[in-house]
């Protein structure tokens, strides 16, 4: 059930992002910035019902319920990485401080995902899709906030972003990797 709120939110929130991405390209030639993430935001959509559909189908299928919720979160994390990754800046910023105390959740994460390789078992590759999704999400946030707070330095920022991907990025092989186990 989780999963499937997961997937109705993600769709939820590509819809809204749609929306917002819309009316930012709302008369803008076809090579403004704000057209391109138009286009990421509809395939975005694509993606996300595409997601809801499988996870309404796995739902029925109860031996790749595990499976389909860490691919859902492994999809997600992803299209967060995109966000991280575009040029825009953060709605608001956060201290660096308030980025430090989001790697306790990335460590908890990590935990259960080792875990659930481990044990194999449905509900714990399930309990580690759901808190991997939220603590990779929340760090993302977290580090692009804290990246650009005003007394971060350029040089500071830059290694603060790439650091931050690189994180996501080794997180999402550590899925990948529960997930062919």
């Known amino acids: 059930?989780?999963?499937?709120?997961?997937?109705?939110?993600?769709?939820a929130k590509a819809l809204g992002d749609l929306i917002g991405a819309t009316k930012a390209?709302?008369?803008?030639?076809?090579?403004d910035p704000a057209v391109y993430q138009l286009k990421n935001s509809a395939k975005v959509m694509v993606t996300n019902v595409t997601s809801l559909l499988?996870?309404?189908?796995?739902?029925?299928?109860?031996?790749?319920?595990g499976t389909r919720a860490?691919?859902?979160t492994i999809e997600h994390i992803r299209q967060e990485l995109a966000v991280f990754s575009s040029p825009v800046p953060p709605a608001k910023v956060s201290t660096p401080e308030d980025f430090i105390r989001?790697?306790?959740?990335?460590t908890m994460a990590t935990a259960k995902a080792?875990?659930?390789?481990?044990s194999c078992r449905q509900e714990d590759v399930i309990a580690t899709a759901n808190l991997s999704r939220r603590a990779i999400a929340d760090m993302l946030r977290a580090c692009k906030e804290a990246a650009y707070h005003p007394e971060v330095s350029g040089d500071v920022r830059q290694r603060a972003l790439r650091f931050g991907k690189e994180c996501a990025d080794g997180y999402l092989?550590?899925?990948?990797?529960?997930?062919?186990v």
Not at 54 to 65: G, H, L, N, S
């Open 54 to 65: 499988k996870t309404v189908k796995a739902v029925e299928d109860e031996a790749t319920k």
């Open 173 to 180: 092989e550590l899925l990948e990797h529960v997930l062919v």
């Open 1 to 11: 059930q989780v999963v499937l709120i997961n997937a109705v939110k993600d769709v």
């Open 25 to 31: 390209a709302a008369g803008k030639a076809g090579d």
């Open 102 to 106: 989001m790697t306790k959740g990335i």
């Open 114 to 118: 080792v875990a659930a390789g481990n």
């Open 70 to 72: 860490l691919e859902a």
